[in-house]
């Protein structure tokens, strides 16, 4: 829808936006039917059928990659209310309380979707274009204008049951059931008050000289329709091509977060199955890694061990190397000792015999006594040491 929209000069007529937002509609009804709020309404969600086909202006819903359940298949039992959650969507189309980090429920889809008629009528919303350093800033500011803007300001030029809408669906309780056959009959209403007929004549099928949008254009400008130009185009689809790398970013985001939460078999309980797989293989992959590590370590360890063995055999060498054998030192100290026991053997047989001259006096002395012979030595000149004794020998 946002290529058509683009294509139409970025506007829609009344009385094509009316039809839109009947299918559009009765498509997000569908959706809730089925247990599942969408959650990321926005008009690049939004498609019609081929050309020349019968499906040509019938509108599809796709991309389901941020829906979520709101109540249990089997019981109908409502999510509950929470607040500080994460934002889910586009932030140019969602609902206020998605701002505020409200839980969504049904009326937030529809919210959305009074948003997208008003851009569709409109050509655009009073909260684009703001300025931020940051995404979240800029969210912030988008959520603050939402809030400062009137309903009857948002709506004012346009039939009043736009008004109502959007008035309705804001004041819807988180789990109340949106009265769809009303919602739709207003869009009858302000179908009448235009005077237009519900005659599936879409402003796209004008297009190309009233050949519609199908493969007949060979311009390689598609926007060559019904504007060739539209103002300030290249810098929308800048714009457009940044929400929706972000969109993109989002729905990765949030379907990771879907597949770690999975419901159990009652429906009462929610177990994160994929979570703890995720551990296990977690746990894998971190046994996995101390294994290679220790694997590592090992090497690293022989490899280091085998050179420390090398040095340490070195050194062991270089000590029985520099280390002197003992054994042959104590023989030669024991040789050296017999040699000067020899030699002073030796010199004392060289050198004469010394006495003890006292023993010697003491001796002769004893001699003489024990022969009863004593003769006087006082007046004798002393003689050698070697006389005496010889005379003392003699006698």
Known sequence: MEDLFDWCGRKFSIKTVVMVAKQMLTRVQAIHEKNLIYR?????????????????????????????????????????????????????????????GREQSRR???????????????????WQGLKAATNKQKYEKIGEKKQTTQVKELCAGFPEQFELYVTYVRSLGFEETPDYDYLRSLFTQALKAVGEAEDGEYDWMKLNGGKGWDSSNKKPNLHGYGHPNPPGHGDRDRERDRDRERDRERVHH????????????NGSRQKLTSVSLSESGMNRQQSQLRRDRSDRGDRDQ?????????????????????????ASLQDQQQQQQQQQQQQTQQSRAQQPPQYNESRLNINASTNDQNNGTHESHEHEPKKGLWARLTSACCS
């Open 302 to 326: 022989r490899g280091r061990a085998a050179p420390s063995q090398t040095r340490l055999q070195q050194g062991q060498n270089t000590m029985s190397m520099n280390v002197p054998n003992y």
């Open 108 to 126: 937030d889809d529809l919210e959305a979707l009074g948003h997208v008629f008003m851009y569709f009528l409109r050509g655009g919303l009073p």
């Open 40 to 100: 990321d309404i926005k008009p690049d969600n939004f498609l019609i059928g081929r050309p020349g086909t019968k499906t040509a202006n019938l509108i599809f819903v796709v991309d389901f990659g941020m829906a979520k359940h709101y109540r249990d298949p089997k019981s109908k039992q409502h999510i509950p209310y929470r607040e500080r959650k994460s934002l889910s969507g586009t932030a140019r189309y969602m609902s206020i309380n998605t701002h505020l």
């Open 254 to 265: 949030q379907s990771r977060q879907n597949q770690l939460q999975v419901s159990s078999s």
